[in-house]
């Protein structure tokens, strides 16, 4: 093979769900009106920007080697948390001020810190698998969110509120912007920091990165820390679309959130894997949504084709990558 060719083959592998998504674009493109318009393509980026906010937090969790099953729990928790807060710190005003919410909003996100620190803590000092612990906090979570709200809505935010989740600014949504700044900030850490360096080697391998003096504990730590906090992100724009705290929101985002990252090209077994990868999947999730939206998909064979994509994902990522995994 040509030098041209080896150099063409070795782009097509790295960025094979990029070149994936394209091709998806195109076809969408070709046979689905409206498809392409400004505004289904910034309904697509809004769409998909809470789940993406907490893909990037996710990556930096698998790639270190752990996960979180209890991010849409959180999600609905801290909205529903939010709103309570509110209630509680405003005394019930009909149009809460400011400050009530910024008080409410930074005790909501020390509660999301306090999960991620305490599943940490678990991992760390009783070695408890995070797939364990996550999973008993989402049922812990659901629980409270429902507790709190007695199983209905808590409607006590001021009408400025709304324009976290649907303002606009120069006609892009503003959880855009959110999405943006999530995907800079976790991009960076990932790749010019130490942080994202200890990350990296911890998920490659743990006690070597031990033996190399790296805090395995912190970091394990600061990733669940962190893709709890954007969970928190998550809640405070959902809590803002619909003006409520809602104990029924983001059923099932935790799989949405793996399944985009998987396809990203994220290994499972920890080490490998990029911001920019989850981006793009992320991206064609919500892209394929959209498309089966317009296409006229049942939205319950829009959950099949879903279940089989992920299926066929993890599938992929498990051939992929056991056999360095054995291996390693």
């Not at 360096?197 to 070597?208: K, Q, T």
């Not at 033996?211 to 395995?216: A, D, E, I, P, Q």
């Not at 619909?242 to 399944?259: D, R, Y």
């Not at 829009?302 to 056999?323: E, K, T, Y």
């Amino acid at each position: 093979m040509t030098r041209s060719g080896n150099t063409f083959a070795t782009f097509a592998r790295r960025n094979s769900m990029l070149i994936i998504l394209i091709a998806l674009y195109i076809l969408v493109a070709f046979t689905a009106r409206g498809f392409m318009s400004i505004d289904n393509q910034l309904n697509i980026l809004r769409t998909i920007a809470v789940p993406g906010m907490i893909a990037f937090g996710m990556t930096l969790l698998i790639i270190v080697g752990e996960i979180d099953l209890s991010v849409g729990s959180m999600v609905a928790a801290s909205a529903c948390v939010l709103a309570w807060l509110v209630s509680l710190i405003s005394g019930g005003a009909f149009e809460p001020s400011v400050w009530h919410v910024v008080a409410a909003g930074i005790l909501t996100l020390a509660f999301g810190a306090s999960i991620g620190i305490f599943n940490g803590w678990l991992r760390n000092r009783f070695m408890v698998p995070t797939f364990i612990s996550s999973l008993a906090m989402m049922a812990t979570l659901a629980g409270l969110a429902n507790l709190i709200t007695d199983g209905t809505p808590i409607e006590s935010f001021p009408s400025w509120y709304y324009f976290i989740g649907s303002g606009r600014i120069f006609h892009i949504p503003f959880p855009v912007y959110l999405l943006l700044l999530a995907f800079i900030v976790t991009h960076v850490l990932a790749n010019y920091t130490s942080f994202g360096r200890s990350v990296y080697a911890i998920g490659g391998n743990a006690e070597a990165a031990r033996l190399s003096g790296l805090h395995v504990n912190r970091t394990r730590t600061w990733c669940l820390v962190i893709t709890s906090l954007f969970a928190v992100a998550g809640g405070i724009v959902y809590s803002s679309l619909l003006n409520s705290g809602n104990p029924t929101i983001a059923k099932g985002m935790e799989l949405e959130v793996i399944s985009a990252v998987i396809i990203g090209g994220v290994s499972l077994f920890g080490g490998k894997g990029s911001i920019w990868g989850a981006f793009v999947g992320v991206l064609f999730l919500g892209v394929l949504l959209n498309a089966m939206t317009l296409w006229g998909f049942n939205p319950y064979a829009q959950q099949v084709v879903r279940g089989v994509l992920i299926l066929g994902a993890v599938f992929i990522n498990l051939i992929i990558d056991r056999p360095a995994a054995s291996h390693g």
